[in-house]
């Protein structure tokens, strides 16, 4: 899903409603984040995924470890090393 705003705060908005659609239908369902077309002359888009298993066996479990959008975690050796 990507999802193109004109507005400066879409990428929020877009980080609130795959969190929201996360939370119903795919919990335990990994978040990607990344960019999304780039064209000339305009800024990048977001580009967001959200990633399941049918069988409903989670992928990622610990979902205070994604970022938000509006405020980046920075890495610490904790979250490097595990």
Same mark, same amino acid.
């Given at each position: ?6 507005? %400066? ?18 919990? =335990?369902?990994?978040?990607?984040? =990344? ?35 509006? %405020? ?9 090393? =595990?």
């Amino acid at each position: 899903m990507e999802y193109r705003g004109r507005r %400066s705060d879409s990428g929020r908005l877009a980080d609130e409603l795959i969190r929201k659609l996360h939370a119903r239908f795919a919990p =335990g369902g990994l978040l990607h984040y =990344g960019q999304g077309k780039c064209i000339r002359a305009k800024p990048a888009a977001l580009g967001v995924g959200l990633y399941w298993r049918k069988d409903g066996v989670p992928i990622w479990k610990n979902s205070d470890l994604i970022a938000k959008v509006d %405020s980046p975690a920075k890495p610490t050796s904790t979250t490097l090393n =595990g």
